[in-house]
């Protein structure tokens, strides 16, 4: 009767947080001011389409230079801005580098006027000023009004179509602006060339190519009206060439079917009643013109936007109940938030029928899985990938497929470095791939050909001509003067082979163990024992004497200091603070770092990391010293652990649009914020554990789909009580800190005991 009584409640639990309407507490402006980098438009989760505003128009280049101001722009929108340029169909969520951009769409009524104008001047273009008053948005929708036109603009999006649908004042004079020329981090010849063909008087196909963060990139799509437009035209921008071939027979620029170009706007014209509703579909292809359609089709065959928007809304709904908390309102948007942007990459990079195009340019097919692109490996190696692992597994696994496509199909046979759209970008340092794939085999997500996929991260991380892998392998360290970030390469790679090395020891392959488990302590020869910190080494062997442990820029590491870098030996913090004179010296270090002042002038010339990002000199708004905070559990004083962990929590997220400390990128920002609020956390992803920490909320229910969930709850949590006094798994009290993903993913409970003061031994 007991058991009986229990199941019933248990039952009733579930139904409670099953029920709750968890869309309501994601807020997609959070991380759009400032330094979040995050867009607020419309996408499904892991989408191919994300269709948001852009609010200006900025230029990467300026005077021949480049620009800094570009930087501000990585998502197309700033919530500071007062004026919409237009809504276009691909961004990147939370990146301090951009692309992309793709197709930006502006209706208008009134003079036609083919260019966006300027913030300061918006009268004189097509742009529109626009009130956060009147604007909206939501997991799968937004919506804003136009205030220069009295046109109500609402988006939503299927996986590879952007659904527009514009409600128009009375007008003989309404226009739909399809711009090709713009695009984020633009410069004046990054269009390549773009194509459009007017099928008929509803329906536009093309392509546009383009040369910035990725080189060769080519996106196709089909464009439709739910009503035929009475006239169309195009404004050309190209410069005089001094061939022009025979098209000049045309007058192309009114009425005509076929357009090719670099720099090209056209516009479709209409009249509308008071009130009257026009719909756009617009897919998305990394084929062809002829998919786009098909992609248009399969997944928007109607014209009913709502229904489109309901489906995708279902779509988040499943998806963020993976994770069930109790919580104060606050932290359920913040967690709800960070969740939600953690489901914006990578992205879905193929069409319905499977095809995609790979890093040989050839087309391809997908057979039994689901490609990605947008692999931001630099940052969500940490924590992204390893939440994945726990409650996207079918996704993961499909990732590291599209990952081993990307090493069979790159010329160099090499794992992703930061990959999108069929290019690597080769943007930052590591072979962190190498992480994520261990870390799926380690972790038994991984179904495809384990042992290939071990080799494929020892031949990545064997490539001597790369960022100084030679020097590496050869001395165990990379001579400054070889390499301007040396010091921070070599620390990652040492990372990286400790985690190839526990792949290797999973599937027996004990010669592979050997080898990376010796480079991996190759940490050490950066390692300056007369100043217990992380240092530059000369091919001589000596240490570099012009050296400032303060300064981020041009002392041998990329995006942060020796402060930040010396700490980083994820996989193997008793090593570190031994070497650091140990775990009480480990400690007093550690609490130098968190309490320090880190003058402005430090990062100054490092755009990455920001004010508001820091703690002391730990810096959370980049990712380099993610785990650190946890890295407490192996000093003297491990409760600082707890404590500093609910402080990052508090200080560095809040529920509003300037709410992030630093760049999302891609997700991992948010992915620390989820582990985090959870009270664990993968310092070292390969690795089967999860440090303990300290958790936010006081209950979260992990639902892994297969009638298994694990439960984690914190007795007498509050603000002040930070501190754990007693952790319980499943009535076995842990004493190490420690949580092991096998155990977690069996279901249990985790019962954490917290209080006001520290628990010391």
Known sequence: MKNLILLVILSISGLLFSQENLLKYVNPFIGTEKMGHTYPGATAPFGSVQ????????????????????????????????????????????????????FLVMPTVGELKMNPGTSQNPDSGFRSRFSHDEEKASPGYYAVKLKDYNINAELTATTRVGVHQYTFPESKDAHVILDLMSGIY????????????????????????????????????????????????????DTNQVYRGFWRKFNQNENFPEIAGQKIRMHFDFDTEEGEKLMIKFALSPVSQKNALEN??????????????????????????????????????????????????????????????????????????????????????????????IIQPERNNDMVKSMMKHYEQISLNMLPIWSHYANDNWCMSGYHSVSVVADAIVKGVYDGDENQALNACIETANKRFYEGIGDYIDLGYIPDEHNST??????????????????????????????????????KNN????????????????????????????????????????????????????????????????????TMHLPDEFFANTEDISREGILGGYVHGNEPAHHVAYLYNWSSEPWKTQETVRHILEMQYKPTP???????????????????????????????????????????????????????????NSAKNVYVQKVMLNGVEITDFTLNHFDLIQGGELVFYMGGKPKKK
């Open 296 to 389: 248009m089709l399969a997944e928007t065959p109607g014209w009913n936007f709502e229904e489109i928007k309901n489906k995708t809304e279902r779509e988040w709904g499943k998806e963020l109940e993976k994770i069930q908390i109790k919580a104060s309102e606050k932290d359920k948007i913040n967690f709800y938030t960070a969740l939600y942007h953690t489901y914006l990459s990578p992205t879905v990079y193929m069409d319905v029928n499977g095809e995609y195009k790979g890093l040989d340019q050839e087309i391809h097919k997908a057979e039994g899985f689901t490609n990605y692109t947008t692999f931001s490996i630099w940052d969500t190696y940490r924590a992204l990938h390893p939440l994945f692992n």
């Open 486 to 523: 040396s010091v921070s390469n070599a620390l990652e790679y040492a990372y990286d082979d400790w985690a190839i090395a526990q792949a290797a020891k999973k599937l027996g392959r004990k010669d592979v163990y050997k080898v990376f488990m010796k480079r991996s302590q190759n940490w």
């Open 186 to 237: 633009n410069y004046d010849d990054k269009t390549v060339w773009t194509y459009v063909r007017v099928v008929n008087d509803s329906t536009i196909t093309g392509y546009r190519q383009t040369n910035g963060w990725a080189r060769t990139r080519t996106v196709y799509f089909a464009m439709k009206f739910s009503k035929p437009f009475k006239t169309y035209g195009r404004k050309d921008f």
């Open 51 to 102: 269709l948001s505003p852009d609010t200006d128009t900025i230029s990467y280049e300026l005077n021949g230079k480049y620009n800094p101001d570009v930087y501000k722009y990585c998502a197309g929108y700033r919530y500071e801005d007062k004026t919409i340029t237009g809504f276009s169909h691909t961004h990147f969520s939370g990146t301090g580098h951009s692309d992309l951009g793709d």
């Open 658 to 716: 300037d709410g992030l400390g630093g760049n999302d990128d891609c997700g991992q920002m948010s992915a620390w914020y989820i582990f985090s609020a959870m009270g664990f956390y993968p310092v070292a992803p390969g690795s089967e554990n999860y440090s303990l920490g300290s958790p936010l909320v006081d209950e979260a229910n992990i639902n892994f789909g297969n009638g298994k969930e694990f439960k984690i709850k914190a007795i007498n």
């Open 527 to 594: 390692f300056d024992p007369v100043i217990g910190m992380m240092r530059p080494r000369l091919k001589d062997g000596s240490f570099r004497n012009n050296f400032d442990i303060n300064e981020t820029h041009g002392m041998g590491f990329i995006e942060g200091n020796s402060w930040n870098y010396s700490f980083f030996v994820p996989h193997d913090p008793v090593g570190l603070a031994t070497a650091m004179g140990g775990k009480k010296k480990f400690a007093e270090k550690l609490n130098t770092l968190f």
